[in-house]
């Protein structure tokens, strides 16, 4: 059965330094998502993509946040320079169409010093 | 403001007695409803969706436009249903973003 794949699923790194997250999703999905989720949150959409374009990013912090999904397949999350608040886990998740149902990728768990 | 509040954050039921997980939402238009689920070691997985009107694991759950809930029923609890849930909701079009509430862990005792 096909899955959305994440790398890395563990990341520790010190604050003011660069991270970068990968996620692969369901072949054929168009629509790709970030979210993050702080312990005893539920997920927060960080970024959506319909193929290559952003479609929504208005709680994405640009300041030090940039999600590409260059060829509309696989996507990165950079995090550059990374602070405390930045821990937590950052999960994507793909749709066949927008607002079609969501499946879930691992999700990295992401630890800054 | 959109929002979805789950008030309790651990829920804890004998094996066999009823379920009920509380979701309470706040969104100015007609939203559509979810219940995700989150079983130890597992992805985050949708369990349902209101328009679906679908009974799955035994588990149902009526929008209540009225009082603004989306409560989520079982009348029997299994040990297996012990997880993780959380309500969420999306407006109608198909550029709505999901919301998710802080979630309500489930435990089932035997």
């Known amino acids: 059965e096909a899955e959305v794949a994440q790398s890395p699923r563990y990341k520790i790194t010190e604050k003011s330094q660069a991270v970068a997250f990968w996620c692969d999703p369901i072949?054929?999905?168009?629509?790709l998502y970030w979210y993050r989720q702080i312990l005893g949150q539920g997920p927060e959409l960080l970024v959506q993509f319909q193929d290559e374009s952003v479609v929504d990013d208005s709680q994405l912090p640009k300041d030090r946040f940039s999600a590409e999904r260059l060829k509309g397949v696989d996507s990165t999350l950079k995090i550059q320079p990374a602070e405390l608040g930045d821990s937590a886990m950052y999960l994507c998740a793909s749709s066949l169409v927008l607002a079609g149902e969501q499946y879930f990728g691992p999700g990295t768990r992401l630890t800054v010093t | 403001a959109q929002r979805v509040t789950q008030p309790e954050k651990l829920l804890s039921v004998f094996k066999g007695a009823p379920v009920e997980l509380k979701c309470n939402y706040s969104?100015?238009?007609?939203?559509?409803l979810f219940w995700y689920v989150q079983y130890s070691r597992q992805r985050l997985q949708l369990l349902l969706r209101?328009?679906s009107r679908e009974s799955i694991k035994g588990f149902t759950a009526d929008l209540n436009k009225g009082e603004t809930s989306f409560h989520l029923k079982k009348p029997f609890a299994q040990e297996e249903d012990s997880a993780m849930y959380y309500c969420a909701l999306s407006g109608r079009s198909s550029a709505s973003k999901i919301i998710f509430g802080s979630g309500t862990r489930l435990s089932i005792r035997p």
């Open positions: 072949s054929g999905h168009a629509t």
């Open positions: 209101h328009i």
């Open positions: 969104y100015s238009g007609s939203p559509e």
